[in-house]
């Protein structure tokens, strides 16, 4: 029987939580961590420990994920209506126009709206061509002067996320849904930790779950986590862009399908060789497939929680999902179940002389 719970995946993957507004999130995971010891901070960051009744100090290993999605701000608000915007994240502008998105008002409404798109009968021939600019696309919550936007409670400051309803298709395994980077990390941090719940007293580590807010706006909450936590060792979990259609199969270091995606490097962090090769034992050893990958770039919170404390080896453990940063995504259920066994696996193997290993004590 599988261990990916769905259902998880569904409520994690519909709340509402660009950065900065991750609220919703926190309480699917206050939810699904039953059983632990659960706290969160100010910026909601979100911490998860296994109750235990180990006496001793064991080193902490942090299993990260951001909880936050690219999303979007109202910045102002338009005689005729109209809503201007700016990111949070980087989406690709072209990606957006004719797209729905939430808006969550001061009171908790959502309300819809669309992201403007000129339909070609309005478009000259140089307008067609033109590169998109953010200061000239607008929301359209359906209304024609900013009395009627007031009146739906919309205000300067209000957050807003792409409207994408989660869908599984049993027979394919298959998820379809917005923010699956990173909100498929946040199902792997908490599918860990449950996995582990029963014998985490046997381990020779304790494990912190930590979620962290604010990443996509430059990994700004695991500078809180890691500082928080202290940990000895840390896995990052990302839903990492899937690359399989770009570079064709002979090329691809993160195609859909293919197991647990372990980053080498990207623009914020090479990973500690000894970790990676640890990694890849266990992969080969207990036959979890996975693909390795160099990044030309990107960056994920490794780039934060491993220049902190006393340095922190970091693995950065992937799941391929098509097309993050848009509204749609696709992804397999199989490929976040290999994530998750290789995390259990890791920190299963670890013992007092492999955790020295790793922090290259023995060099
Ligand atoms: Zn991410």
């Avoid at 009171?107 to 307008?127: W, Y």
């Avoid at 490097?265 to 890849?280: C, G, K, Q, V």
Wanted: proline letters at 4%; aromatic letters at 6%; glycine letters at 10%.
């Amino acid at each position: 029987m599988s261990m990916i719970d769905i259902e998880l995946l569904r409520e994690l993957t519909n709340a509402f939580g660009p950065s900065g507004f991750e609220e919703e999130v926190v309480r699917v995971i206050r939810k699904y961590c039953g059983g632990m010891d659960v706290s969160w901070d100010g910026m909601n960051n979100v911490y998860v420990k296994h109750k235990s009744d180990v006496e001793f100090k064991r080193p902490v290993v942090m299993l990260d994920a951001h909880t936050d999605e690219c999303g979007f701000m109202v910045q102002g608000i338009m005689d005729n209506g109209l809503l201007n915007m700016i990111m949070l994240g980087g989406m690709d502008l072209s990606s957006l126009p004719a797209h729905t998105l939430l808006i969550r008002t001061r009171n908790g409404n959502k309300v819809r709206g669309i992201i403007t798109s000129r339909p070609v009968h309005f478009m000259t021939e140089k307008e067609k061509s033109s590169p998109l600019d953010i200061q000239e696309m607008y929301i359209d919550v359906g209304v024609s002067s900013r009395k009627e936007v007031e009146e739906l409670g919309i205000h300067i400051g209000d957050p807003a996320a792409p409207e994408v309803s989660f869908d599984y298709d049993e027979k394919r395994g298959l998820c379809f849904g917005k923010a699956f980077d990173n909100r498929m990390g946040c199902a792997c941090v908490i599918q860990t930790l449950k996995a582990l719940q029963e014998s985490a007293g046997d381990l020779a580590v304790e494990v912190v779950g930590a979620f962290a807010a604010q990443e996509e706006v430059g990994t700004r909450g695991a500078q809180v986590t890691a500082a928080r936590v202290q940990p000895d060792l840390a896995i990052v979990f990302e839903g990492s862009p899937a690359d399989d259609f770009y570079y064709g199969r002979e090329k691809s270091q993160g195609a859909m399908g293919k197991g647990t995606q372990i980053r080498c490097m990207d623009r914020s962090y090479i990973t500690n060789p000894a970790f990676l090769e640890y990694a890849h034992e266990l992969g080969d050893g207990k036959k979890i497939p996975y693909q390795d990958t160099v990044r030309r770039g990107g960056s994920t919170n490794a780039g934060k929680i491993s220049l902190s404390g006393k340095a922190v080896p970091t693995l950065v453990l992937g799941i391929p999902c098509r097309y993050v940063h848009s509204h749609y995504n696709f992804c397999l259920k199989d490929d976040i179940e290999q994530t998750v066994r290789m995390a259990v696996e890791v920190l299963r193997g670890l013992d007092e002389e492999r955790i020295l290993h790793l922090r290259r004590q023995d060099i």
